[in-house]
């Protein structure tokens, strides 16, 4: 993963007003990429191999205010 695309993850993070410490993500690659709620809070946020493309990048914003909105909930 470049640190292009960990800015770019952060950049949509901050803009959710997650702070940085419960945002965990990975330097390893996954084939489609992820984001989990973990046990301890925090959000892990896993990069596609190919990279964070635009549209991985809209997806992942979507999966991370499902995640925590359904966290706040329960």
Same mark, same amino acid.
């Given at each position: 993963?470049? /640190?292009?695309? +960990?800015?770019?993850?952060?950049?949509?993070?901050?803009?959710?007003?997650?702070?940085?410490?419960? +945002?965990?993500? /990975?330097?390893?690659?996954?084939?489609?990429?992820?984001?989990?709620?973990?046990?301890?809070?925090? +959000?892990?946020?896993?990069? /596609?191999? #190919?990279?964070?493309? #635009?549209?991985?990048?809209?997806?992942?914003?979507?999966?991370? #205010?499902?995640?925590?909105?359904?966290?706040?909930?329960?």
């Amino acid at each position: 993963m470049r /640190p292009e695309e +960990v800015m770019k993850i952060l950049e949509i993070t901050d803009s959710l007003n997650l702070h940085r410490e419960k +945002v965990f993500i /990975p330097l390893q690659t996954e084939e489609n990429g992820t984001a989990t709620l973990q046990s301890d809070g925090r +959000v892990r946020i896993v990069c /596609p191999r #190919e990279g964070a493309t #635009e549209e991985w990048l809209k997806q992942l914003r979507i999966a991370i #205010e499902t995640i925590t909105t359904k966290s706040r909930v329960n």
